[in-house]
């Protein structure tokens, strides 16, 4: 039991460039939720998903773009990475009650 | 909106001793739920306790407590006997009992530290 299953755990883009994140969890929980932290800062919820085929924006949802075509999978991308977008990012899942967190993606923008 | 605050960025705490990480929220609901969450230098995200709105009874997990304080809208979490391995930063976080979304609201972390 894997868990929630985050690839990469680290990456180092060049502005402009895209990528995509992979949140993967074997529980079959409905709810999937992106996260992005910066010190000082907390955790700020990005997008998240109530079920398959649904997503809705978060807190600070500008510059990144998510997609849950399978259950079990919930994608983070950006399209055109700048700076401002250094940071931790964590997905988690959720059948209603209690959270599963990955361990993770730092993720740098030079 | 709901919002969390957690009012002290860094704590210090010697090591056996007991140490209160301080949490404030802001809600019009009346049920809803609070957490307490570890983040080691592992990055990983621990859930230390939890506390449901509807019960009156301070939730307890071993060393660590909650003094919950619904009117005043406080979560206070008491370390006990204070350890190395306590050495982390702490979020305090809040769920809506309903509703669709069922995020957590996260405050911005209190990084203890425990002196041996």
């Known amino acids: 039991n894997a868990g929630v299953t985050q690839t990469p755990k680290f990456r180092v883009l060049k502005t402009g460039q895209s990528m995509t994140l992979l949140c993967a969890q074997d529980?079959?929980?409905?709810?999937m939720y992106w996260y992005r932290q910066d010190p000082g800062m907390g955790l700020r919820l990005i997008h998240y998903s109530v079920g398959e085929g649904t997503t809705a924006k978060g807190e600070v949802p500008d510059g990144y773009n998510v997609s849950r075509l399978k259950k079990q999978n919930f994608l983070l991308g950006l399209e055109s990475a700048a700076p401002s977008q250094t940071s931790v990012y964590f997905c988690?899942?959720?059948?209603?009650?209690?959270?599963?967190f990955g361990s993770g993606t730092r993720l740098t923008v030079v | 909106a709901q919002t969390v605050t957690q009012s002290q960025p860094e704590m210090s705490v010697q090591e056996a001793e007991t140490v209160t990480l301080s949490c404030t929220y802001d809600?019009?609901?009346?049920?809803?739920?609070l957490f307490w969450y570890k983040q080691p230098p592992s990055r990983q995200m621990i859930l230390v306790i939890r506390q449901e709105a509807y019960k009156q009874q301070n939730a307890t997990e071993n060393r660590f407590s909650v003094n919950f304080q619904k009117a005043a809208k406080s979560f206070s979490l008491k370390i006990s006997d204070s350890q190395l391995g306590d050495a982390a930063m702490y979020f305090c976080a809040y769920r809506n009992y309903g509703g669709s979304q069922g995020n957590l609201i996260f405050g911005k972390g209190t990084k203890l530290s425990v002196k041996p």
């Open positions: 809600t019009s609901e009346s049920d809803y739920y």
């Open positions: 988690a899942s959720s059948p209603g009650y209690g959270y599963t």
């Open positions: 529980m079959n929980h409905e709810y």
